[in-house]
């Protein structure tokens, strides 16, 4: 049943224009505009790949916490208090809905990378890139769905862009963090985004990725997992 659940949701999900639209399509036209205004360095054409990648990944993950906050608007938690499923079950399968769904984001990018910009990678980098990328998105569906359970709809939706755009432009997904100032690029460091996009450069670069990333991102993973659980639970008090 958690198998039928979730092939639904992904269903509703990427019959959503508005999902399809500016959770693909954008990260997609910002990469080509970033790497095609004047002159650019072909490093800079495969690192902006990854950083546009991370940030549509980050983009669909988050979403899921906004279906979740208009499910409970429309009754639909509620529906689902009545079926077999555990709430465990059902946490379980938006999770898995979000990790689903930000698949096609990267794939979007990386084959805007591949077939306009002319980034070339050894087969086995854009395999091992892929799936860091889709496994590192992990947190990031925990803090959206910690934001549909806790919050109203029309706040989710406004906690998700805030988070969204700060994440993305402090951690470095936009912009080098080169260009930072000294306070900023420290941060810079600590924040789950720019550790998530240091999955995908290292592997670019050859390497694997170091272990204060891994540290730094499962820290986060269990915060934003604790997060989730906890809003889950008030959820099922109140709705």
Known sequence: MLFEYTKLEVRRTLR???????????????????????SVETEWKTASMVGMAAYGALGAALSTGGAVAEDKTVGWLRQLRVTPMSPRQVVAG??????????????????????????RLEAWQWIVLTLLLWLGALPFTMLGLGNGYRLTGATT?????????????????????????????????????????????QTTNGHAPGLGTVTILM??????????????????RTV
Not at 17 to 38: D, E, Q, R
Not at 99 to 114: N, Y
Request: with cysteine; aromatic share 16%.
């Open 157 to 201: 939706g406004v906690v998700n862009t805030a988070c969204n755009l700060g994440l993305s432009i402090v951690g470095g997904l936009w912009f080098p963090i080169d260009m930072f100032p000294g306070w900023l690029r420290s941060l810079s460091d600590f924040t789950p985004t720019h550790r998530f996009a240091d999955l995908g450069w």
């Open 219 to 236: 820290g986060w993973l269990l915060l934003f997992g604790w997060y989730a659980v906890m809003s889950y639970r008030r959820a099922a």
């Open 16 to 38: 959503d224009f508005g999902f399809v639209f500016f959770g693909i399509g954008m990260p997609v036209l910002m990469y080509l505009l970033f790497t095609n205004l004047g």
């Open 94 to 119: 938006r999770a898995l809905t979000g990790s689903v769904i930000v698949l096609p984001a990267i794939v979007a990018v990386f084959t805007a990378g591949a077939l306009v910009n002319g980034v």
